[in-house]
Each structure stands twice: as structure tokens, then as C-alpha cells.
């Protein structure tokens, strides 16, 4: 049985840091990029961070210079360190891993970032 289980989110003043973590099982984690994405009320979800394998990573524009994505094979978990949040990051965010057409959601962890 595949599961993604999202982590640390929570409430934090503008300014302010989280870090979020995907802890997944059931699959061969290594092999698998992994995607952080964000929905917030009355937007599509979009993809905030990527992560490839071999650990490369890639960043959506909102976010470049502040969210840093990372993996942990060993642990098979993936981390996504967010600093200088800011009220717009707030959103539901999601892990989703996927590898040769085959894609697994987690249910999310919620951030809002308000004073």
C-alpha cells in the first residue's frame, strides 16, 4: 500500500519559517521524483518544487530563493524548507511522487502565514 504523509505545517507570522515534510512508503522511493504543490481557496493547485531522483531540483518563480526542496533516500522522505513565508504562500500543501506514468498524492499539510 502506497502512502505520502505530509507534515509540519501550521500557522506562522510573515517572515517566518516552516519546514514541511513528506515521509512516503510502499514504494521504491529512490527512483521517484517527488513534487511539492500548493492549492489555496479558490485557486488551482500548482507546483511549487520539484525533485528529481539524482536529488536536481527546480523551483516555481513565487518561491525561488526562499523554499529549498531536498530528499533523504535513506529516510524516504522529502523536505521542503520554506523561509521569508509571506500571506500569499498560505495554501493546503501536497507531496505527490511519481515514476513511469505511475503518480501518488498525499493529503496535504495546511501553512498560513498571517500576523
Known amino acids: 500500500q502506497v502512502q505520502l504523509v505530509e507534515s509540519g505545517g501550521g500557522l506562522v507570522q510573515p517572515g517566518g519559517s516552516l519546514r514541511l515534510s513528506c515521509a512516503t512508503s510502499?514504494?521504491?522511493?529512490?527512483?521517484?521524483?517527488v513534487g511539492w504543490y500548493r492549492q489555496a481557496p479558490g485557486k488551482e493547485r500548482e507546483l511549487v518544487a520539484f525533485v528529481t531522483p539524482g536529488g536536481n531540483t527546480n523551483y516555481a518563480d513565487a518561491v525561488k530563493g526562499r523554499f529549498t526542496a531536498s530528499r533523504d533516500n535513506a529516510k524516504n522522505t522529502v523536505y521542503l524548507q520554506m523561509t521569508s513565508l509571506r500571506p500569499e504562500d498560505t495554501a493546503l500543501y501536497y507531496c505527490n511522487a511519481r515514476w513511469n506514468g505511475n503518480g501518488y498524492w498525499g493529503r496535504g499539510t495546511q501553512v498560513t502565514v498571517s500576523s
Open positions: 510502499g514504494i521504491t522511493f529512490s527512483i521517484y521524483s
